[in-house]
Structures are given as C-alpha cells and as structure tokens.
C-alpha cells in the first residue's frame, strides 16, 4: 500500500488560515489502513482545526469528507456538492489523490494534509516499512525477493557496499543491509547461482513521469490520441 | 603505461598513501605535500569528497599533481555524486589531464557527510563503473565510438572486514570480472579479519594493497606496527596509509616503514 505521515498540525494549520470553511477530504483505501488520512482521521484532524481556530479567535469552519479512493474518478465526483460549499479543501490521501483532486476540482484550492512516504507493508501494529520504488524494471524474481532498490540507500545492484557490517547498513547499524538478506536467501534456497551475472546499467525510466494503459483498452485510447 | 602498474608487478612490497583535495581552491600544499612524497611512495591516492564531505574537484586535484607534484597518481572516482554522462565525462577528463589509474567506489553515503540533505545519485554501482571504464578503455562508452581510448589501469576497494563474508567475496569476485586490475581495502582495525577473507576468497589474480589508517585523534604507533604486521604476514602486496586529520606527517611517517 501507500503509505503517508501526517504533517506537522503547525503546517496543516498555517497552510488552511487563509479559507474561512474547510473540507477536510480522507481518503478509505491506503492512508486509512496506515491511520493517517481515513475517515476517522479526517474528523480528528477536523476538530483540531476547529479548537486551533477558536483559541486563535479566526472565523473558520470545518467540514469532514471521506470517499473509497480520490485516485478514481467515479468517487471523487461524490465530493462535488461538498466541495462546491468550501473556499478550500484539505485532502489527507496520498499526492497521487491530492492532485487527482485538485485536478477534478480547478477552481478550489487544493491542500496537502500529509506527507507521502513510500509503498510499503504493514510490519506490525502501527508499523510500515518501504518495500518498493515503483523503479519499473522488477528484479525481484533474481535478487531472492528482495529489493536492493528500496532496501539498499545506494541501489547497489551487484552486491553490498564496503559499509555493510555484521549484516548491517553503513547509514544506521539498525537497519539490516540488504544485500546480506538478498544473499542469505538466495542461499537458504539454493540460488546463489542467480547473483553470478553482472547486473548492468539501468535504464532509469521511472524518472519520466508514467502512463500505462491496460492492453484491453490500448485501441480506445490509442484512437484519442 | 602505469608506473603503477609497473611497480605492482616488480616489487614485493608497495606503499601508497592517501590525500584528500583541499576544502578551498588553493592547491599548492596539496601539490608541495605530494611533491615529498614522490619517490618515497609508490602511489598518491586523490580522494574524491571523502566521507561524502565536498572538497576540490579529484579531477583538478590529480591533474595538478600529475604535472607539478612528480608523484604517481591514483584517482579516486565515486558513483555518488555523478551519473552516467558526468561519470564518462569526468573519465575523459581524467586521461586528459594525464592521471593513468582510478579507484573506483561506489562512495560513502550522503547521510553520512556533511550535506546529508543532498540527492545521491549511484546512477551505476561500483561493478557497472568498472565495466564503464574498461569499456572506455577499448575507445567506447555506452553510446558507441569515442574518438579516442581512456587505457586507465583500474582499482577496486574491498572490505575483507565485513561480514558476512559471503556477499563481499561474491562482490569481489564480480569487480574482477569488471576488469579490476588491483585492489586497495578499506582501513583495516587488524589482521584477523584480512586473514579470513583470504582464506574465504581464494587465490585473488589481482594484488590487493592493505589498507591503515591514522584515526582521528590517535597517534600513529599502532597503525606502523599494524602496517608492519601486513608485510610480515604476506597477506598484501602492498600498505596503503591514510592519515586524514594531519597529512602533512604522511612523509615522516612513511620514512618509518
């Protein structure tokens, strides 16, 4: 999933002062699941505002609004009479929603609540860990499932740097160094063979900003274009 | 042809030393520095930002001392801060300004040095900046024909102290098929540690130079008697001494080895 981090409420605050009544839109999906920007999220960070607005005598309201996902358009059509009665709105999704929303909506400004960190897992209750840089090229099926491109802070892709130590990352001796675990499990598997070939020169794509349609479609939107 | 590479092959026992570029552009203590040390060492190794911490450019440096120091350069070459276009072109620079070996890293990491915030870049790793090197070396880069070959003599650290071993001898093993021609390892806290990797890694085709380092704060006693111990042990063809906080010592300390 998405994860995100909610900002600073100092942030949130400053950036909503200037527009007297506030949506406030969470989104259900990835920022729900990571407790930053569902629905419940939305009406704490709601009431927040509200208190912050009354000690700070400032005429503000603020509304509360969640739909499944601002990534689709079908649900983000569901805010239209909501958004029609505010001078801003203040969306917890992840960019991707953000400026999805802001898209739908042109005339009303658009505002960030969070910040979006990584696609990550949910390693515990209340804890995520980045797992992949949507890098377009997926080396996962050589590297053991593990990714030395979101795990590694260099992307070393031919084995670990000289900073590893005891299985560990040279940035923060917490962090396991991922080529340790690509290596260990492609031992405990037998395939350590698979790290023999030199891993040669990327192509960096994901630098440029993607578009994918699914092959069903490819007719409908290649006659668009 | 690499004087270098010439004295690896001829003599039993190598010494280079390490200096970092100055974090200013004055370039005469750095020149005069390497000046007394050529003809002692074997190699001057130009650091390239250090500790990821912004110095000269390698480039300026191991041109400078190429043509005024007498010294033989080794420069260092980092994928951190340069990707492809400013690795080749940085490549083309350095055979222009005559330096004839690199040691290519992959570089210490940004959050490590000191502008923490900055983007690192690591466009190739250091395997795929030695396949670069040799590819230039044959008067090609990855988009086709150069208008001439870059016929550099190519190192590579290693870290025999890193564990587990197993992914560094696998790294190893993929920098010598890159095309490797030496090796200098990373400051070494003892024997111990070089000694496993030896064991673990095989009959090595290249040379591997030791590598000691003065600590910060510390006095060079123990890192002699550790160079020493290299030597006597036959485990490397060469000490490569570093003493970053006070480099104007390098010459009196390597009149004791």
Known sequence: MIVAQRKPFAEIAEAAAGYRRVLVAGCGTCVAVCLTGGEKEAGILAAQLDIAAQLGEREQAFGVACVERQCDREFLDELAAQVAEHDAVLSLACGAGIQFLAERYPDTPVLAGVNTTFIGINNDVGVWGERCRSCRDCLLSVTGGVCPIALCPKGMLNGPCGGAEDGKCETDRERDCAWTLIYQRLENTGRLANLEPIITARNHQASLPGRQVHPAYERRYSAHE | ?257
């Open chain 2, 1 to 257: 042809m690499s004087k270098f590479k010439e004295a690896l092959a001829a003599k039993d026992f190598l010494l280079t030393v390490e200096l970092d570029p100055p974090r200013g552009p004055e370039l005469g203590p750095l020149t005069e520095l390497a000046g007394q040390l050529a003809g002692r060492v074997d190699a001057v190794v130009v650091s390239d930002n250090r500790g990821a911490r912004a110095r000269l450019s390698p480039l300026l440096a191991g041109q400078a001392l190429v043509k005024h120091s007498g010294a033989e350069v080794i420069m260092t070459l980092t994928c951190r801060d340069r990707n492809r276009l400013a690795l080749i072109s940085d490549l083309l620079a350095a055979a222009a300004a005559g330096v004839e070996n690199l040691l290519l890293v992959s570089g210490d990491f940004v959050s490590l040095g000191d502008q923490p915030g900055t983007k690192p870049v690591y466009d190739l790793d250091s395997v795929q900046l030695l396949q670069l090197a040799a590819q230039m070396a044959q008067g090609r880069d990855p988009a086709g024909e150069l208008a001439g070959p870059t016929p550099f003599f190519l190192g590579a650290s290693l870290a025999p102290e890193a564990r587990p071993l197993g992914p560094q001898v696998m790294k190893l093993k993929k920098k010598l098929a890159a095309g490797a021609g030496f090796l200098i390892t990373k400051p070494l806290r003892g024997l111990a540690g070089l000694k496993e990797f030896a064991a673990a890694a095989g009959e090595l085709p290249v040379k591997l130079i030791a590598g000691v380092e003065v600590a910060a704060g510390a006095e060079p006693a123990e890192v002699l008697s550790l160079a020493r111990e290299v030597k006597a042990a036959g485990l490397a063809a060469g000490v490569h001494l570093a003493w970053p906080e006070q480099p104007q010592r390098l010459p009196d300390l390597v009149g004791q080895l």
